[in-house]
T-cell receptor, first 114, second 111 residues
Framework: EPEVTQTPSHQVTQMGQEVILRCVPISNHLYFYWYRQILGQKVEFLVSFYNNEISEKSEIFDDQFSVERPDGSNFTLKIRSTKLEDSAMYFC????????????FGPGTRLTVT | DAKTTQPTSMDCAEGRAANLPCNHSTISGNEYVYWYRQIHSQGPQYIIHGLKNNETNEMASLIITEDRKSSTLILPHATLRDTAVYYCIVWSGGSNYKLTFGKGTLLTVNP
């Protein structure tokens, strides 16, 4: 069964450094999402992406964040200058589209900012 | 999207049915009830969804009351691997289909 994959599984970085989290959505899906979950807290929406552009972003998704679909398979989340409070699990999700609304999530990348 | 209320936690014996309730008294006519679960530290997993009728798939059954103000997710034969946080999300598909997660119900399946 096709699944969303994410790399790396764990990323440790120093405050102020740039990180890129990578996702490979399910191949015939058209809608892509990033969510994050700070330890012990709710899963929070960050951004949705369709047709090579951002369709919606949350207040969390400020100028330090960007997303890109550089080729036909990868979907990336870049944090330009990481802060301690960016430490969280980051989940990528994809959705097929048409009348299918369910989203399929990847296993997540644990980002630790020191 | 309508607000949902779920118990914070529930226990279930392995092999028994797990019935997870969700109240959504302000649900509107075009809003669906979706269930996801999150096994510890993993990504949320889609389980099932419904509008008015009861639904069943290979993972679970969803019972929606006639007035649609509440629903119950049923795992017919719970296993230890079903221990997870279960999220009930009421959603019309608007807002670019983003999901808004609450705190959910921590279901613990005991041997």
């Amino acid at each position: 069964e096709p699944e969303v994959t994410q790399t790396p599984s764990h990323q440790v970085t120093q405050m102020g450094q740039e990180v890129i989290l990578r996702c490979v959505p399910i191949s015939n899906h058209l809608y892509f999402y990033w969510y994050r979950q700070i330890l012990g807290q709710k899963v929070e929406f960050l951004v949705s992406f369709y047709n090579n552009e951002i369709s919606e972003k949350s207040e969390i998704f400020d100028d330090q964040f960007s997303v890109e679909r550089p080729d036909g398979s990868n979907f990336t989340l870049k944090i330009r200058s990481t802060k301690l409070e960016d430490s969280a699990m980051y989940f990528c999700a994809s959705r097929k589209g048409d009348s299918r609304w369910e989203q399929y999530f990847g296993p997540g990348t644990r980002l630790t900012v020191t | 999207d309508a607000k949902t209320t779920q118990p914070t936690s529930m226990d279930c014996a392995e092999g028994r049915a797990a019935n997870l309730p969700c109240n959504h008294s302000t649900i509107s006519g075009n809003e669906y009830v979706y269930w996801y679960r999150q096994i510890h530290s993993q990504g949320p997993q889609y389980i099932i969804h419904g509008l008015k009728n009861n639904e069943t798939n290979e993972m679970a059954s969803l019972i929606i009351t006639e007035d649609r103000k509440s629903s119950t997710l049923i795992l017919p034969h719970a296993t230890l691997r079903d221990t997870a946080v279960y999220y009930c999300i009421v959603w019309s598909g608007g807002s670019n289909y983003k999901l808004t997660f609450g705190k959910g119900t921590l279901l613990t399946v005991n041997p």
